[in-house]
Nanobody, 124 residues
Framework: QVQLVESGGGLVQAGGSLRLSCAAS????????MAWFRQAPGKEREFVAA????????YYADSVKGRFTISRDNAKNTVYLQMNSLKPEDTAVYYC?????????????????WGQGTQVTVSS
């Protein structure tokens, strides 16, 4: 198992930016593909972005493409989500997830390691 701790959430005005971080510990970070998901009140958890072990092949939900960027620093055992041009509909709890499969998945059922989440609130 790998332990994941998110940070960087907060309150921001529409059009602003935030950078989320997810620090991993417990297992070799480079064994894992990493992803970000989010869950808004009253809604199901949804995929945001994913990245492969090497840092290549990023995947994005259509709703964030062009505004969010996922990256990882394997030397620091950390994955990031840079969020620009934030909108009120981006308001949610954001979760970091890890998976050791060969393929990079965009569905939450494939991920068996999760952080506790960090709240992002975008005001209009």
């Amino acid at each position: 198992q790998v332990q994941l701790v998110e940070s960087g959430g907060g309150l921001v005005q529409a059009g602003g930016s935030l950078r989320l971080s997810c620090a991993a510990s417990g297992r070799t970070f480079t064994y894992y593909n990493m992803a970000w998901f989010r869950q808004a009140p009253g809604k199901e958890r949804e995929f945001v972005a994913a990245i492969s072990r090497s840092g290549g092949s990023p995947y994005y939900a259509d709703s964030v493409k062009g505004r969010f960027t996922i990256s990882r620093d394997n030397a620091k055992n950390t994955v990031y989500l840079q969020m620009n041009s934030l909108k009120p509909e981006d308001t949610a709890v954001y979760y970091c997830a890890a998976d050791r499969s060969i393929l990079v998945f965009t569905t939450d059922v494939q991920y068996d390691n999760w952080g506790q989440g960090t709240q992002v609130t975008v005001s209009s």
